[in-house]
């Protein structure tokens, strides 16, 4: 069965700090998708990036890049000159193939990492 | 706007109750899905749903019960042989298939027993 880990419960910086949220997964098919989702206080997940198993390039987008390592069944997010308004609840999450086709919906979730960010 | 309506956002039971959690889509999402988050343990899969009229069981379908008549609508109804049921529930959406988008989900209700 698939499993999702993110270590670290809580963490807090103060504004302009680089934070990375660290995520590893377990997995026995060779396919397989990873997620990261930002919940807010007001309780709906975003989402924010997908990345598939065969496509382990980084990636970046503004403040916020991630890093897929195949090789430590890694996928870390880190946020570049932190701001008040990432203080949430990231997750890291994986879905795979099954029988019905690719359901990106039906995803296990690591337990989440509430970042804070102080003024 | 397009997006996923949960109601009601807050909702009280008492013990021995059933209660459903609505859940509406206009975005013409094929599956559907329901998500229970509690303190600390992420979300679990309740049950979901890639098509009209059929659902699965995710791992934690005890004391659930859910229907699929429109694509539209997946309300979960959460029985009295649920041991525990004050938690934030979430429901999601997504295109499925062949032409697979990730899930939006919905703004969450959260039930509390009293």
């Known amino acids: 069965a698939q499993k999702v880990t993110q270590a670290q419960t809580e963490i807090s910086v103060v504004e302009k700090e680089d934070v990375t949220l660290d995520c590893v997964y377990e997995?026995?098919?060779?396919?397989?998708?990873l997620f990261w989702y930002k919940q807010p206080p007001s309780g709906e997940l975003v989402f924010l990036i997908r990345?598939?198993?065969?496509?382990?390039q980084n990636e970046i987008s503004g403040r916020y890049s991630w890093n897929f390592q195949k090789s430590t069944s890694s996928f870390n997010f880190t946020i570049t000159a932190s701001q008040v308004v990432d203080s949430a609840v990231y997750f890291c999450?994986?879905?795979?193939?099954?029988?019905?086709?690719?359901?990106?919906?039906?995803?296990?979730f690591g337990q989440g990492t509430i970042l804070t960010v102080h003024p | 706007d397009g997006g996923i309506t949960q109601s009601p956002k807050y909702l009280f039971r008492k013990e021995g109750q059933n209660v459903t959690l609505s859940c509406e889509q206009n975005?013409?999402?094929?599956?559907m899905y329901w998500y229970r988050q509690d303190p600390g343990q992420g979300l679990r899969l309740i049950y979901y749903?890639?098509?009209?009229?059929?659902?699965q069981k995710g791992d934690i379908a005890e004391g659930y019960s859910v229907s699929r008549e429109k694509k539209e609508s997946f309300p979960l109804t959460v029985t009295s042989a649920q041991k525990n049921p004050t938690a934030f529930y979430l429901c999601?959406?997504?295109?499925?298939?062949?032409?697979?988008?990730?899930?939006?989900f919905g703004q969450g209700t959260r039930l509390t027993v009293v």
């Open positions: 975005l013409n999402h094929d599956a």
């Open positions: 999601a959406s997504s295109t499925g298939g062949g032409q697979n988008t990730e899930a939006f």
């Open positions: 749903s890639q098509i009209v009229n059929d659902f």
């Open positions: 997995t026995r098919d060779t396919t397989y998708y």
């Open positions: 999450a994986l879905s795979e193939e099954d029988a019905g086709g690719t359901s990106y919906g039906k995803l296990t």
């Open positions: 990345r598939n198993s065969f496509d382990e």
